[in-house]
């Protein structure tokens, strides 16, 4: 009874590729592939660019954040070096 099914599901597959594949769709197919292919690369371009920026973020605040903690450091230790000199 499955193997039936399988079966039944196999050829429906083999007939849908086989259109899929005939002289006239062959264009058309290429023709949709391509259109595709240029709207993945322009997702994909949009993606790393979101993402540099994203991540050039991040390092400036992490670097404003050391030269913030670098800054309350050194005005810590002067205020200490002056209160106990």
């Known amino acids: ?3 039936n099914a399988t079966a039944q599901d196999l050829v429906k597959l083999l007939q849908a590729f086989d259109q899929t594949l005939a002289p006239g769709k062959f264009d058309e197919l290429s023709t949709h ?3 595709l ?3 993945t690369q322009a997702s994909g371009k949009e993606l790393v660019d979101y993402t540099f920026r994203q991540t050039l973020f991040l390092g400036l605040i992490l670097i404003a954040s050391a030269c913030g903690m ?4 050194a ?3 002067w205020r200490l070096k ?3 000199a």
């Open 75 to 77: 005005v810590a230790f």
């Open 70 to 73: 670098v800054l309350a450091s």
């Open 37 to 39: 292919t240029r709207q």
């Open 33 to 35: 592939l391509d259109t």
């Open 82 to 84: 002056k209160k106990f």
């Open 1 to 3: 009874m499955q193997i």
